[in-house]
Nanobody, 126 residues
């Protein structure tokens, strides 16, 4: 059983940055592909970014390419999402998830993930 806890959300202005963290306990994260998802009010949950278990492959949703960077530190059992040049439309609850490391073509599909955090709110507003 993997327990995931997100942190780092907050209120920022457009153009600013935030760094989200996801801390895992209960199992070694290097067994899992990790991803960030988000859900805005009234919208379906969407995949934001994925990173493979050990070789550093990544994938990003088109809406965040070039602005967000996913990384992981397996020694610390943590995954990060660096979010730069934030836009109003990035406002959402952000969730981290752990699942099998199936590859970039599957990484942004929520159905593959077994473990989820409780989410952290990101609000972009002026």
């Amino acid at each position: 059983q993997v327990h995931l806890v997100e942190s780092g959300g907050g209120l920022v202005q457009p153009g600013e940055s935030l760094r989200l963290s996801c801390a895992a306990s209960g199992a070694a994260l290097d067994r899992y592909g990790m991803a960030w998802f988000r859900q805005a009010p009234g919208k379906e949950r969407e995949g934001v970014s994925w990173i493979s278990s050990t070789d550093g492959r990544t994938n990003y949703a088109e809406a965040v390419k070039g602005r967000f960077t996913i990384s992981r530190d397996n020694a610390k059992n943590k995954v990060y999402l660096q979010m730069d040049s934030l836009k109003y439309e990035d406002t959402a609850i952000y969730y981290c998830a752990a699942g099998p490391s199936l590859g970039p073509n599957y990484g942004l599909d929520s159905k593959w993930y077994d473990y989820w955090g409780q989410g952290t709110q990101v609000t972009v507003s002026s």
